[in-house]
């Protein structure tokens, strides 16, 4: 009865000849005493709308009965109470209507007097909103202004915007597509400054001892002591985990503030499987271009990020398991039982229902929820799908761990991986390994037959990585000289059940396609997330497939790779894989390989769990 819209418009309420009328089926209801009806329409915010002039009888008071299934003294009426319902709800309903109407109608007739905060369409008067001068006690806009005036990567039709979209090639210095553009201005263009991660280790080995957060607040500590920023300068944190912590389950805050980061700055936590700190990043540069990544016209024209950290972190060294669920219901409810019962009462409490099966443990498993198959059999059926053998699968694995041996040795990871208790060793790169001595381990998921083992699918892996994403206009404010422009990315998903880890094609094609390259001629750094051996030949094979791209594409295929460009510092089979940091060293490698090779593009691409991909464009930051 205390809600500001209770006073409907009396000459719209039904007669009197409508409504029951017997005292056992009505209730009385003050709908407009003063005590509640005054400070509403006192407040300055109400008087264009709903005023005391517009009342239609100008009294203070006035009762209204409505029909109610309820008697005098609150006992449902059993022969009346279902008729008394459908009256209350048919009332209801024709009042709400009938005052909309009214509303609306005198909305309407005040639109061209209404103060453009409260106009009717207020998506349109957001749009145009400027700074509001602290001079100044008026708000003034222009409510008569297009949207002609933005440029096409902030319009907020995204159909208009596609348009204005031309190409991109090698040879063009200009760059546009629906997530970022040269047509933005520095301010708003993002760029990747550095990069760092911890060393990559197998689980329960060096990290035994470390919480996820740990490691996360460690990265976020390296990056930020590595380039000398001033913490003060952080508009927002993001960070990638995929199993959670229920103590940390937004670790991105919790590592921001033990990293030592002004409590005042943001910060939230992505779960997107395999691709988390791809998608961190990517919102990161979003914040960056268009103020929140919001789809709100005002933020998508206005900026408020300028400096920003996305990385991710997982560790399989301290994983959360639960007890079985018959058991926690067991013991959720066991308080109530032990006050009911005693000791007594809560022992019978758990032994009632439970079967032995139940008393055991829950542990995190690398299966699709939706199709309840572990990724192991379905790389290994996509495998055999595209005609991958266990004789490539073995030589790909046996070169990325030679080639990550190779770059360690030769100090590309120096500055990027940092140390962690003084050494930057990961354990598990074997570059010591050989085609005849993997070939020699059996199948480890499809059983007897299958071709994906130990040695060619990636390891559990604990790890954390971070990356510095500011807008050019910063960066180069505070001295920084940025490794490459974020140009564009691309999250798509396939059909979990057949093409599990098919992302990178699918998202590779997309974003290839929207900016007019080609991926022999212009792409001239790759990296591509080694999930399994097995997993990212199949994906080769179907990015130069015209089959495939007939039957999946629009008949254009992806391109053959050129294996010298692929992953030539190492891949996930080699460095490793903690699923939430993934992303983020790949980003960190493809920029720092651009700089080192003189190259103009990146293709960085992932596979992810529930048949999600992405992939993203770099270029070449020029110093």
């Not at 000398?228 to 990638?240: H, P």
């Not at 790779?561 to 080699?574: E, F, H, I, R, W």
Request: hydrophobic share 40%; proline share 6%; aromatic share 6%.
């Amino acid at each position: 009865p205390s809600h500001p819209l209770r006073d409907l418009d009396r000459s719209l309420a039904p007669p009197d000849s409508e409504r029951r009328t017997s005292p056992e089926e009505r209730l009385t209801v003050d709908i407009a005493d003063t005590a509640l009806r005054e400070p509403f329409f006192s407040h300055p915010l109400a008087r264009n709308s709903l005023s005391a002039e517009n009342s239609p009888d100008g009294t203070k008071t006035k009762r209204e009965e409505i029909p109610t299934p309820f008697s005098a003294k609150g006992n449902i009426l059993a022969p009346e109470c279902f008729r008394t319902s459908q009256l209350l709800v048919s009332y209801v309903t024709e009042q709400t209507m009938r005052f909309a109407a009214s509303a609306l109608a005198r909305a309407a007739s005040r639109t061209s007097s209404t103060p453009l905060l409260r106009h009717p369409t207020a998506a349109a008067a957001a749009a145009y909103r400027p700074p509001l001068s602290a001079a100044s006690s008026s708000f003034s806009t222009t409510t008569t202004s297009s949207f002609s005036d933005l440029p096409p990567s902030r319009h907020p039709t995204a159909a208009a915007a596609a348009a204005y979209r031309p190409p991109l090639s090698a040879a063009s210095s200009s760059f546009s597509t629906t997530t970022s553009s040269s047509d933005l201005p520095p301010s708003r263009t993002p760029v990747v400054v550095d990069g760092v991660r911890l060393p990559f280790a197998l689980s329960s080995t060096v990290y035994a001892d470390e919480m996820a957060v740990d490691l996360q607040r460690l990265a976020f500590k390296a990056l930020v002591d590595k380039v000398a920023l001033d913490k003060e300068q952080i508009d927002f944190v993001l960070s990638g985990n995929v199993i959670q912590e229920v103590r940390t389950s937004n670790v991105a805050r919790e590592a921001a503030i033990g990293a030592g980061f002004p409590v005042k700055i943001g910060a939230n936590t992505v779960a997107m499987a395999c691709i988390s700190s791809s998608a961190a990043i990517c919102n990161a540069a979003e914040k960056i271009q268009s103020g929140h990544a919001s789809v709100a016209i005002a933020e998508i024209q206005s900026g408020h990020a300028s400096v920003a950290i996305a990385g991710g972190v997982e560790t399989f060294s301290d994983l959360p398991i639960r007890l079985t669920r018959p058991v926690r219901q067991k013991l959720i409810t066991l308080p109530k039982a032990m006050k009911k019962g005693g000791p007594l009462g809560a022992l019978k409490h758990m032994l009632s229902g439970l079967k032995p099966g139940h008393v055991s443990v829950e542990t995190p498993a690398i299966a699709n929820y939706t199709t309840g198959e572990v990724m192991g059999v379905s790389s290994d059926r996509l495998s055999a799908k595209f005609g991958v053998t266990r004789a490539e699968q073995d030589e790909f694995a046996v070169r990325s761990h030679r080639m990550a041996a190779e770059a360690h040795e030769s100090g590309f990871y120096k500055g990027e991986v940092v140390p962690y208790k003084g050494s930057t060793v990961e354990n598990g790169v074997k570059g010591e390994s050989t085609v005849e001595g993997v070939g020699k381990l059996k199948p480890a998921f499809v059983k007897p037959h299958g071709t994906h083992t130990a040695a060619n699918s990636s390891f559990l892996t604990d790890g954390a990585s971070a990356s510095l994403i500011m807008s050019e206009e910063k960066a180069k404010e505070l001295g920084y000289e940025p490794l490459a422009y974020l140009r564009d990315w691309s999250f798509k998903a396939c059909d979990p059940f057949e093409e599990l880890l098919l992302g990178p094609t699918y998202c590779s094609h997309d974003i290839l396609t929207r900016n007019g390259l080609v991926l022999g001629d212009d792409i001239g750094v790759l990296e591509i997330h080694e999930a399994f051996a097995g997993q990212i030949l199949s994906n080769l094979v179907a990015m130069n497939s015209q089959t495939f791209a007939d039957e999946k594409l629009d008949g254009t295929k992806v391109g053959e790779v050129d294996m010298s460009k692929l992953n030539t510092k190492g891949g996930s089979l080699a460095l490793g894989h903690p699923f939430g940091a993934t992303g983020s060293r790949l980003v960190t490698t493809a920029s720092r390989r651009l700089q080192k090779e003189e190259e103009r593009f990146a293709l960085v691409a992932a596979c992810a769990d529930g048949g999600l991909g992405h992939a993203c464009i770099l270029e070449r930051y020029d110093n």
